[in-house]
């Protein structure tokens, strides 16, 4: 194919001609690129000037249509509000089986709205890869439509009696300082398999966990649901043959969920398949009950779902319907200042061709999944609503290019769908975006997501009062230090320690680290707010837990509607969640809280830190007129 034939073909598909670099400029994508990009969106380019003539035009994106808006509860538009982030496998108490799960979800929750709090935000709760648990990572799970059944509460369910040998495991599995996913899915499935035999033989359930309800599940998941528990079962059967838990490593007459050989392993394990469908079913019950509590107990939001923005390339939902994503490139991002080769993230992604294809698309299921269980959801990367970085198999990241995504029809199903479970949605887009998108989602109410060592310009951090209304505001997230930890740049000596990072360039990131804690201190003071005394890199511990209590009234102050409290700051957690960039130096997606359940509400800092919330952010009259807090209030349309 001609070039001008290939570049009108590209631009057919959305594929931009150019992509950035690091030092700014933009460079042109390859003929070679585009050649692979067409590919893996499945341009054939036999017969290439014909092909051309007669492909088939992508949908074009209305021009003048307003933006479809999500929904927002009517308490956001006079009054902001405030609520606490974690990741619940972190959280340990004196009855979870080494992960926490939905019973200590619903004490958080509990917990959260007795301080006053009105969401509970948690890490993505994607099915993972139960046969290979050590696979954890829940922004690269198996399936975004399913749940994680590593999460169900087991001693809670009708017909659980424990033992002297299961308590022993249980005590190691509670004491140990990482989540040991391994022990844990041994411990849970062997016992979830015997409570499985016991219902069927006795019916043992209760009004939560009736059969009925069980057989309306199967009906509403349909092949979704069957093929997820039927890849379950070929996984486990896959490892134990040494061919693994991910469909690429599997043989060739077992890669298509339509095959002859998996239409006789299903016949063959019809049991298995139903137990895997009542594991979903067991995690959707506890994650519904879960959130009614949360509910029940006063949250005004809930729950706060996050979604990640792929799936892995060889887990359930890959293999279940391939003929709706990417199979030949990857999601990932392009070189930039921080990543100068770029970034391959290894997720499997949506065909834009089939990504809003039908009543039930594969986008409208995938974000319905998750907002039937919360008040709010986080897109993860929410410039996927417009356009993928696409990284061909094969090629490193800088031999990748953007494509286009039908942005009006995402937006349309997110406002339709919000409306429907009464869900926010809030969109993080960090990074290297394009220069209109904020206003557009913030036209779409959209919260953008802001943390606060990236609001910063030229002249330092910004003020309370520079920061958007539709927003959630937080100090850091799963994959920064807490704030002590940012402020004594461990961050920076982790990347340079894990080899990310060269000690040339850590140097400077240290020098500019300096620059920034005279920065943030300038800033908190300019907002009133009081500041130790003797506040160095190696302040103490109670010095920086004052400032801490500081930053957090500072992001309070900000108009935002929503902010969120990092669990690992309350608790003062010296180990990162997970630190970008490593796969086996780091037991990233492991460390638990250092603090239990049960101690947390005797946590001097956590005290602390929600008083200020409180008062910074009233839930009534009454107590906005005793704080004298500020009204924000925003007009609707």
């Known amino acids: 194919m001609k070039s001008a034939g290939l570049d009108k073909l590209a631009r057919r598909y959305g594929i931009s001609p150019t992509r950035p670099s690091p030092d700014g400029r933009e460079v042109a994508i390859s003929a070679d690129t585009k050649r692979k990009i067409l590919s893996a969106l499945g341009v054939e380019l036999a017969a290439a000037t014909q092909r051309e003539t007669n492909a088939p035009r992508r949908a074009q994106e209305p021009a003048d249509k307003a933006i479809p808006k999500s929904f927002l509860p009517d308490f956001l538009f006079r009054t902001r509000v405030w609520g606490i982030s974690l990741q619940l496998y972190e959280l340990r108490s004196a009855r979870n089986w080494g992960i926490g799960d939905f019973e200590d979800l619903s004490d958080m929750a509990g917990l959260a709205a007795k301080l006053g709090a009105d969401f509970v935000g948690l890490n993505p709760l994607h099915a993972p890869f139960l046969a290979d648990p050590n696979r954890c990572s829940p922004y690269e799970p198996s399936n975004r439509q399913h749940l994680n059944p590593l999460y169900i509460a087991v001693d809670r369910l009708p017909g659980f009696v424990g033992n002297a040998e299961l308590e022993r495991q249980l005590k190691g599995l509670r004491q140990a300082d990482l989540v040991d996913y391994v022990g844990v899915a041994r411990v849970k499935l062997g016992a979830l398999r015997d409570l499985w035999r016991a219902w069927l033989q006795s019916?043992?359930?209760?009004?939560t966990y009736n059969p009925g309800d069980f057989?309306?599940?199967?009906?509403r998941g349909g092949d979704s649901l069957r093929r997820h528990a039927l890849f379950e079962c070929l996984s486990f059967s896959m490892v134990e043959r040494g061919a693994g838990a991910g469909w690429h490593g599997w043989p060739g007459d077992f890669q298509r969920f339509d095959s002859?050989?998996?239409?006789?392993?299903?016949?063959?394990?019809?049991?298995?398949?139903r137990f895997h469908m009542w594991l979903q079913w067991l995690a959707h019950r506890q994650l519904l009950l879960a959130a009614e509590?949360?509910?029940?107990?006063?949250?005004?939001?809930?729950?706060?779902?996050?979604?990640?923005?792929?799936?892995?390339?060889?887990?359930?939902?890959?293999?279940?319907?391939?003929?709706?994503?990417?199979?030949?490139a990857t999601i990932g991002s392009p070189p930039d200042p921080f990543a100068v080769g770029g970034q391959d993230w290894h997720l499997a992604g949506y065909?834009?061709?089939?990504?809003?294809?039908?009543?039930?698309?594969?986008?409208?299921?995938?974000?319905?999944?998750?907002?039937?269980?919360a008040g709010a959801i986080r897109i993860d990367h929410a410039p996927a609503l417009r356009r993928l970085f696409l990284v061909p198999l094969g090629s490193k990241p800088d031999g990748g290019a953007y494509v286009r995504?039908?942005?009006?029809?995402?937006?349309?199903?997110?406002?339709?769908?919000?409306?429907?479970?009464r869900c926010l949605v809030i969109g993080e887009a960090l990074g290297m975006i394009p220069v209109d998108l904020p206003d557009e989602l913030a036209a779409a109410q959209i919260l953008s997501y802001r943390i606060l060592s990236y609001e910063q310009d030229k002249k330092g951090f910004k003020p309370p009062d520079a920061y958007p209304i539709f927003g959630l505001t937080c100090i850091s997230t799963h994959d920064h230090q807490t704030l002590v930890g940012w402020w004594r740049s461990a961050d920076i000596q982790d990347r340079r320690d894990h080899g990310i990072v060269p000690p040339d360039l850590t140097a400077k990131h240290l020098e500019h680290r300096r620059r920034e804690r005279r920065n943030l201190k300038a800033a908190l003071r300019a907002a009133g707010l009081e500041m130790p005394a003797r506040l160095s890199a190696r302040a103490s511990r109670e010095t920086l837990r004052e400032l801490t209590v500081s930053a957090y009234r500072f992001i309070a102050r900000t108009p935002s509607l929503l902010v969120a409290v990092r669990l690992a700051d309350l608790?003062?957690?010296?180990?990162?969640?997970?630190?970008?960039?490593?796969?086996?130096s780091y037991p990233n997606w492991k460390p638990k809280l250092s603090v239990s359940l049960e101690g947390l509400a005797s946590n001097p800092l956590l005290d602390r830190i929600t008083a200020a919330m409180r008062e910074e952010r009233p839930r009534n009259r009454a107590e906005r007129e005793r704080s004298g807090s500020r009204r924000i209030s925003i007009r609707q349309g």
């Open 203 to 207: 019916g043992a359930a209760d009004e």
């Open 215 to 219: 057989e309306s599940f199967v009906a």
């Open 260 to 273: 002859a050989a998996v239409a006789e392993f299903e016949h063959g394990h019809a049991d298995e398949v």
């Open 293 to 328: 509590r949360a509910r029940k107990a006063g949250l005004r939001i809930g729950l706060y779902l996050d979604l990640a923005v792929g799936e892995a390339v060889d887990g359930s939902a890959t293999w279940g319907e391939p003929d709706v994503y990417i199979s030949k």
């Open 351 to 373: 065909l834009p061709s089939a990504i809003v294809a039908g009543d039930g698309s594969p986008y409208r299921r995938m974000v319905s999944a998750a907002m039937r269980y």
């Open 405 to 421: 995504y039908p942005q009006h029809r995402l937006l349309q199903i997110l406002a339709e769908t919000s409306a429907e479970h």
């Open 571 to 584: 608790t003062d957690e010296k180990r990162p969640t997970n630190i970008p960039g490593t796969s086996v």
